[in-house]
Nanobody, 119 residues
Framework: QVQLVESGGGLVQPGGSLRLSCTAS????????MGWYRQAPGNQRELVAS???????NYADSVKGRFTISRDNAKNTVYLQMNSLKPEDTDVYFC?????????????WGQGTQVTVSS
């Protein structure tokens, strides 16, 4: 089991920056991948960025060059640095941890944090 707690959301003007944090209840060293997803009401949850235990990163095309995902294993925390924010980045952002075993993959989710980009 992994509990995830997000923080750092809020209201920001277009062009501004926010940093989201996701702290896990256990060591993330052996968690296969951690990521950030976002979801608007009525829409499917979509991947924003992910990072593997080996440090490989993946980004949605819409955020490449603006968002950066990183992880601090010593603090059991994953970050999402969001720069040059746009109104279309407004969503609820969810942290995800994926544990992969021989039998199956397990996904754990945080409660979500609201990001609103508006003037």
């Amino acid at each position: 089991q992994v509990q995830l707690v997000e923080s750092g959301g809020g209201l920001v003007q277009p062009g501004g920056s926010l940093r989201l944090s996701c702290t896990a209840s256990r060591s993330i060293f052996s968690i296969n991948a951690m990521g950030w997803y976002r979801q608007a009401p009525g829409n499917q949850r979509e991947l924003v960025a992910s990072i593997t235990s080996g440090g490989s990163r993946n980004y949605a095309d819409s955020v490449k060059g603006r968002f950066t995902i990183s992880r601090d294993n010593a603090k059991n925390t994953v970050y999402l640095q969001m720069n040059s924010l746009k109104p279309e980045d407004t969503d609820v952002y969810f942290c995800n941890a994926r544990l992969v075993t021989v039998a199956r993959a397990y996904d754990y989710w945080g409660q979500g944090t609201q990001v609103t980009v508006s003037s």
